[in-house]
């Protein structure tokens, strides 16, 4: 399918046929390349890929026409944003692809080296200074000899097993990540370990592990 990343949210000089559609140029030859709302739209010549809004109108799904799909993607199964018009045919996005495009127009200048490899943080340049931190995916074990808490309300209770789960932690100007150690209750104190004091307080863990199993070496 097209990518329709470029086509749609079209400026007002885009949709009266002045600028490109695909690079907002003015001051290039044009070809046309469809109508939109206002009549005639044009590209540059120079995009030898056009993308054709009526093919690219045609190429789209039931589901798609209809805003009950993603029209880069096809997705259904996420929360939908509005992505403007195609022709005379409303759009929608998936959160994933409207991040996408929030990112490309507001970059995270603040972010001054790549992200780790583990991070699955969206960062925005709008970000709150706070916020600017790399975090990884949380790992949790299910606290099962524990008495279950009430993750519902007094009058729809839902009683569910609280966990222990851990994640990777780094500030934007840390030189090292944290280890996070948290309950899934969000009761308790967070606690921020160092690489060096997970390594320790895993051994000692290992160590207690082996004890109660009665061996004496932990490996």
Not at 5 to 23: E, K, M, P, V, Y
Not at 42 to 59: P, R, V, W, Y
Not at 61 to 82: E, F
Request: net charge negative; proline share 6%; charged share 20%.
């Amino acid at each position: 399918m097209h990518n329709l990343s470029d086509i749609i949210r079209l400026t007002a000089d885009q949709l009266d046929g002045i600028a490109c559609i695909r690079c907002a140029a003015t001051d290039a030859p044009m070809t046309p390349a469809g109508t939109g709302e206002h009549g005639q739209l044009f590209e540059c010549t120079s995009h030898i890929a056009g993308c054709n809004l009526n093919l690219a109108k045609d190429s789209l799904s039931p589901a798609q026409r209809n805003g009950r799909a993603c029209v880069q993607c096809g997705a259904s199964d996420s929360i939908l944003k509005p992505a403007g018009v195609l022709l005379d045919v409303k759009v929608v996005e998936c959160e994933n692809h409207a991040w996408e495009r929030d990112a490309a127009a507001n970059p995270p200048t603040w972010l001054a080296a790549p992200c780790p490899t583990w991070c699955t943080e969206q960062h925005r340049a709008t970000d709150h200074p706070e916020d600017r931190q790399h975090m990884s995916v949380i790992h949790g074990t299910d606290l099962l000899t524990m008495d279950f808490e009430n993750f519902g309300t007094a009058a729809r209770p839902e009683y569910r097993p609280n966990a222990l789960m851990a994640d990777l932690v780094q500030g934007y100007r840390e030189v090292e990540p944290r280890v996070c150690l948290i309950d899934s209750a969000d009761k308790g104190t967070a606690y921020y370990l160092s690489l060096v004091e997970v390594e320790e307080f895993a051994a000692h863990l290992l160590r207690l592990v082996a004890e109660g199993r009665g061996q004496s070496d932990p490996s």
